[in-house]
């Protein structure tokens, strides 16, 4: 079985992504950093699984979904002895599929354990927040322009772990507080 690029996922390739925001700066407080990172990592980001460490705050007052990416573990590619280079895509879907919003990070370069520390925020109504799906993806860049997909996960209405269901219920109910947690990166299709 082929493994997806980047332009097989549904986190397409395309230049219609927006850069951070670096206006929302809050951080994790340790209460509200929750172990578990898929099952294993105790939230310390040090599973033999690759993992993405997420901040997610919604704002009902001001309507807006903040995401924040701030750190991967374990990133590797099979076969190469190498770290990978990297970066995040996250692509915000209506409760019809229809992408809304699309951003990514810049790309760390040669580091199995990168810190972003990057802030997106989303403008979404409350009426809207229980259709929403955000998707996140961690790629890494390959010779020839070429990316490979180094997992995935999804919350909100997508979300099918149990890991992501439960971020973003806290998230929804911390009243614009952000809620950190550890997810474990899965192949595109295997997110349960």
């Known amino acids: 079985m082929q493994e997806p690029t980047e332009q097989d996922s549904d986190l397409e390739s395309d230049d219609s992504y927006q850069g951070s925001d670096t206006g929302y ?3 994790c407080s340790s209460n509200q950093v929750a172990g578990g990172g898929g099952g294993g990592s105790g939230g310390l980001g040090v599973s033999s699984q690759p993992e993405l ?10 309507g807006q979904l903040m995401a ?3 750190k991967g573990s374990a ?3 099979a076969g190469s002895s190498r770290a990978p280079d990297t970066f995040v895509k996250l692509t915000v879907q209506s409760a019809e599929g229809r992408s809304l919003f699309k951003s990514r990070t810049p790309t760390f370069t040669c580091n199995p354990n990168p810190m972003w520390k990057e802030n997106f925020v989303y ?3 409350k009426s809207q927040l229980a259709g929403i ?8 860049k390959k010779a020839m322009k070429r990316r490979h997909l180094i997992g995935c996960f999804a919350l909100g209405r997508g979300g099918l772990g149990e890991e992501e269901k439960s971020h973003w219920q806290d998230m929804t109910e911390a009243r614009g507080e952000q809620i950190c947690r550890w997810h474990r990166l899965v192949a595109e299709g295997k997110n349960s």
């Open 25 to 27: 700066s809050e951080t």
């Open 53 to 62: 460490f997420l901040g997610l705050a919604y704002s009902a007052t001001t």
């Open 68 to 70: 924040e990416v701030i």
């Open 75 to 77: 990133f590797r590619l």
């Open 123 to 125: 403008p979404i109504n």
């Open 133 to 140: 799906t955000l998707k996140v993806g961690v790629w890494a």
